[in-house]
């Protein structure tokens, strides 16, 4: 399949792709969320404001009702009348198609903690026993996730630079390129079924093409297919010289296999060289 291949370590990748941070307000963000795991149900002794939860109580012939409503959320025009309201304070409102008056029987509203290290022992994160452990730890959760978003502009340099100098041989007979055809003209018939098109008439709507000729859609379907399958041609490469081999039932879903290998050595070669600060 390859002829000559064109390794992804001789690629220079510009130093800003190999830089990234992770923000205070980044690691708070994570630390909240982290906090409100542990969040409680507090009563409110106060007046109502946004964000407490409000029951109502009110009686009539059937017996007694009670209504709750999350004031701030926007769910009814009833939440307009409670702020600044309080427990045993009375409202009329217009519910079930009736005037009732209602009575505020409870207000609650949901407390999230400050976390300790006895909150960050309850997570059971391994090696995590303490806040300064866990803000490490959500350090490279950060990183790893900045590294990520910084390699899908390196991949795109590092995959032209792939495909434009490897040499390879003429892949339009060979199966992964007619299974991916197979497949992507499978899912043009599948929308032109559900529009009542044709095949042709479907063709560029399902390319996203639209005003383009049946002949520019079939040839760009054709090199998206070739793209792919030397895409897995050059997955295949590196994991035979990694000693990996991938065996799917299905033909196109091998060379997909390839394809998230060729992805896979590329970030591990990579990710080591970007350097995450910690702000």
């Given at each position: 399949m ?15 792709l ?9 690691m708070?963000?994570e630390?909240?969320?982290?906090a ?19 029951a ?16 701030g ?34 207000v ?44 899908r ?7 032209k630079?792939?495909?434009?100098n ?9 199966p ?7 497949v ?7 929308f ?46 590196f ?5 990996v ?6 033909t196109?879903?091998?060379?997909g ?23």
């Open positions: 390859i002829k000559k291949l064109y390794h992804f370590r001789d690629v220079s990748v510009p130093a800003p190999l830089q990234a941070e992770v923000t205070r307000e980044e708070d963000t630390l909240a969320l982290v409100a795991r542990f969040t409680t149900i507090e009563k409110v002794d106060g007046p109502i404001a946004e964000g407490h939860v409000v109502l109580e009110y009686a009539d012939e059937k017996g007694n009702h009670r209504i709750y409503t999350n004031v959320k926007g769910f009814d025009d009833l939440e307009e009348k409670l702020p600044g309201l309080s427990v045993g304070d009375k409202v009329a409102l217009r519910y079930a198609g009736k005037d009732v008056e209602a009575a505020i029987v409870s609650k509203r949901p407390a999230v903690p400050a976390l300790t290290d006895a909150h960050v022992q309850q997570l059971g994160i391994e090696n995590v026993a303490n806040l300064a452990a866990l803000e490490d730890h959500l350090f490279e959760k950060l990183a790893l996730s900045q590294k990520k978003r910084k390699f502009g390196i991949m795109g340099i590092v995959g630079a792939m495909m434009e490897t040499e390879f041989e003429d892949l339009l007979q060979h992964w390129y007619l299974a991916l055809h197979e992507m003209m499978g899912r043009v018939a599948g032109a079924a559900q529009n009542g098109l044709s095949v042709e008439e479907a063709l560029p709507a399902a390319l996203r093409m639209e005003g383009k000729s049946l002949e520019e859609c079939q040839e760009a379907l054709k090199n998206m297919c070739l793209e792919r399958a030397k895409q897995a041609a050059l997955g295949k490469a994991a035979d010289e990694n000693g081999s991938f065996t799917a039932a299905e196109a879903d091998l060379a296999e390839y394809v998230d290998y060729l992805n896979e050595v590329v970030f591990a070669h990579f990710a080591p060289q970007i350097a995450v600060e910690r702000k």
